[in-house]
Protein backbone atom coordinates (compact mmCIF):
# COMPACT_ATOMS: atom_id res chain seq x y z
CA UNK A 1 0.00 0.00 0.00
CA UNK A 2 1.28 3.68 -1.18
CA UNK A 3 1.62 6.13 1.58
CA UNK A 4 -1.29 7.98 0.28
CA UNK A 5 -3.63 5.13 0.41
CA UNK A 6 -2.57 4.58 3.96
CA UNK A 7 -2.80 8.43 5.24
CA UNK A 8 -6.36 8.46 3.61
CA UNK A 9 -7.31 4.98 5.19
CA UNK A 10 -6.17 6.70 8.98
CA UNK A 11 -8.37 9.70 7.72
CA UNK A 12 -11.64 7.83 7.20
CA UNK A 13 -10.98 6.20 10.39
CA UNK A 14 -10.08 9.38 12.25
CA UNK A 15 -13.58 10.61 10.96
CA UNK A 16 -15.72 7.92 11.47
CA UNK A 17 -14.13 7.82 15.49
CA UNK A 18 -14.76 11.50 15.47
CA UNK A 19 -18.64 11.29 14.13
CA UNK A 20 -18.79 8.49 16.97
CA UNK A 21 -20.04 6.07 13.90
CA UNK A 22 -17.88 3.17 13.04
CA UNK A 23 -20.06 0.55 13.97
CA UNK A 24 -18.85 -2.87 15.81
CA UNK A 25 -15.43 -3.74 15.62
CA UNK A 26 -16.28 -6.13 12.86
CA UNK A 27 -18.47 -3.85 11.37
CA UNK A 28 -15.93 -1.16 11.51
CA UNK A 29 -13.09 -3.53 9.88
CA UNK A 30 -15.44 -4.24 7.49
CA UNK A 31 -15.96 -0.89 6.03
CA UNK A 32 -12.63 -0.56 5.68
CA UNK A 33 -11.42 -3.76 3.86
CA UNK A 34 -9.47 -4.76 6.75
CA UNK A 35 -9.18 -7.62 9.21
CA UNK A 36 -10.25 -7.01 12.49
CA UNK A 37 -7.01 -7.38 14.01
CA UNK A 38 -5.66 -5.27 11.37
CA UNK A 39 -7.94 -2.57 12.51
CA UNK A 40 -7.21 -3.05 15.96
CA UNK A 41 -3.28 -2.24 15.01
CA UNK A 42 -4.15 0.65 13.04
CA UNK A 43 -5.98 1.70 16.11
CA UNK A 44 -2.77 1.40 18.24
CA UNK A 45 -0.86 3.48 16.11
CA UNK A 46 -2.97 6.01 16.32
CA UNK A 47 -3.40 5.88 20.58
CA UNK A 48 0.60 5.95 20.25
CA UNK A 49 0.43 9.10 18.80
CA UNK A 50 -1.99 10.35 22.06
CA UNK A 51 -5.07 9.86 21.34
CA UNK A 52 -7.83 7.99 23.27
CA UNK A 53 -9.73 6.10 22.12
CA UNK A 54 -12.97 4.23 23.65
CA UNK A 55 -15.50 1.66 22.46
CA UNK A 56 -19.21 2.25 23.79
CA UNK A 57 -21.01 -1.27 23.42
CA UNK A 58 -24.01 0.67 24.03
CA UNK A 59 -24.10 2.50 21.37
CA UNK A 60 -21.80 0.23 18.85
CA UNK A 61 -18.69 2.85 18.15
CA UNK A 62 -15.46 3.84 18.73
CA UNK A 63 -14.95 7.52 19.98
CA UNK A 64 -12.19 9.42 21.30
CA UNK A 65 -12.21 10.26 24.83
CA UNK A 66 -9.42 13.60 24.45
CA UNK A 67 -9.28 16.08 21.88
CA UNK A 68 -7.78 14.24 19.54
CA UNK A 69 -6.88 16.03 15.71
CA UNK A 70 -4.66 14.33 12.92
CA UNK A 71 -2.47 17.20 10.58
CA UNK A 72 -1.07 16.15 7.95
CA UNK A 73 1.33 17.87 6.10
CA UNK A 74 3.53 17.12 2.96
CA UNK A 75 6.09 19.24 1.26
CA UNK A 76 7.58 18.42 -1.82
CA UNK A 77 10.43 20.51 -3.66
CA UNK A 78 12.30 19.90 -6.96
CA UNK A 79 15.45 17.85 -6.50
CA UNK A 80 18.37 20.09 -7.28
CA UNK A 81 21.02 18.42 -10.19
CA UNK A 82 23.28 17.69 -7.64
CA UNK A 83 20.31 16.15 -4.88
CA UNK A 84 19.60 13.76 -8.34
CA UNK A 85 22.89 12.77 -9.05
CA UNK A 86 23.87 11.61 -5.33
CA UNK A 87 20.11 10.02 -5.06
CA UNK A 88 20.39 8.01 -8.41
CA UNK A 89 24.52 6.98 -7.85
CA UNK A 90 25.64 9.67 -10.44
CA UNK A 91 24.18 10.72 -13.82
CA UNK A 92 23.02 7.64 -16.18
CA UNK A 93 24.09 8.90 -19.33
CA UNK A 94 27.70 8.80 -18.37
CA UNK A 95 27.34 5.05 -16.53
CA UNK A 96 25.28 3.70 -19.96
CA UNK A 97 28.67 3.12 -22.01
CA UNK A 98 30.31 1.02 -18.85
CA UNK A 99 27.15 -1.11 -18.66
CA UNK A 100 27.98 -2.37 -22.44
CA UNK A 101 31.46 -2.66 -21.80
CA UNK A 102 30.93 -5.07 -18.93
CA UNK A 103 28.40 -6.94 -20.54
CA UNK A 104 28.83 -6.59 -23.95
CA UNK A 105 25.60 -5.56 -25.19
CA UNK A 106 25.30 -3.30 -28.63
CA UNK A 107 21.77 -1.79 -28.45
CA UNK A 108 20.48 0.86 -31.18
CA UNK A 109 21.00 4.45 -29.27
CA UNK A 110 17.77 6.59 -28.97
CA UNK A 111 18.35 9.68 -30.80
Known sequence: MGIFETIDRILI???????????????????LHLKRRQLQNILDEIRDYGAKIAYDR??????????????IKIKANPL???EENET?????????????????????LYP
Open 80 to 82: SEQ
Open 88 to 108: FGGNVEKTFPDAILLHRIFLP
Open 58 to 71: YRNTYYYTNNFEIV
Open 13 to 31: IHGLIQKENTGTPDEFAER
